[in-house]
């Protein structure tokens, strides 16, 4: 199993322009999630998913846009790319809802100039 | 406001010499408290989920521990190996697996 793997590893991009990171897990987990870490900040939830056709938003939502077709992939669109985005981004998925560990993917960091 | 606070920011140890990290949490019915570890450039990973007060998990040099109001990890004896960032997260009731993560501490080990 690969687990969750996460693309690309870097990504550097300017102000205005879109991009997709993409996530894609082979556990058959129900549960995804796209988190930004931030230094001196605790992983803040950006959206998550609760199966395939279900999404919702989590703690910092705005300028980012999901959608969960299948099982597998969850991929996180910046719609206009802003400076305050430049962060670290992770993706992570876990069976179910009840309280399950949850497994991380490697990361993107992301740089908006 | 659900919150998670840990302390201390950083923290510098000799090999060998214990210590404990602290996760002071602040919830509307804790489903869970989970404890990671995570690696410069690389996501974190998963280490204990406690449910209730006085649940006690090991692991290797690690021990974590949950009162009503916070948590502790125990590190005893550590090696070099175990220098990482500690991340507490907290599951809500009605969190739908929603975790709310402290900022971490920063542990060096020196030889």
């Known amino acids: 199993n690969a687990g969750v793997t996460q693309t690309p590893k870097f990504q550097v991009l300017k102000t205005g322009q879109s991009m997709t990171l993409q996530c894609a897990q082979d556990?058959?987990?129900?549960?995804m999630s796209w988190y930004r870490q931030d230094p001196g900040m605790g992983l803040r939830l950006i959206h998550y998913?609760?199966?395939?056709?279900?999404?919702d938003q989590g703690e910092v939502p705005n300028g980012y846009n999901v959608s969960r077709s299948t099982t597998e992939d969850f991929p996180l669109r910046l719609l206009s790319a802003a400076p305050s985005q430049t962060s670290v981004y992770f993706c992570a998925s876990s069976p179910g809802t009840a309280p399950h560990e949850q497994y991380f993917g490697p990361g993107t960091r992301l740089t908006v100039t | 406001e659900d919150q998670v606070t840990q302390s201390p920011e950083a923290l510098r140890l000799q090999e060998g010499e214990s210590s404990s990290l602290n996760c002071s949490y602040t919830?509307?019915?804790?489903?869970?408290l989970f404890w990671y570890r995570q690696d410069p450039g690389k996501g974190p990973e998963f280490l204990f989920t406690?449910?209730?007060a006085g649940e006690e998990k090991e692991k290797e040099r690690l021990k974590a521990t949950l009162t009503k109001k916070e948590s502790f990890l125990h590190i005893t004896a550590p090696k070099p190996e175990d220098s990482a960032t500690y991340l507490c997260?907290?599951?809500?009731?009605?969190?739908?697996?929603?975790?709310?993560f402290g900022a971490g501490t920063r542990l060096a080990v020196h030889p």
């Open positions: 997260a907290v599951q809500a009731s009605g969190g739908y697996n929603k975790l709310i």
């Open positions: 998913s609760v199966g395939a056709g279900i999404t």
């Open positions: 919830v509307s019915g804790l489903r869970g």
């Open positions: 556990m058959n987990h129900e549960y």
């Open positions: 406690l449910y209730s």
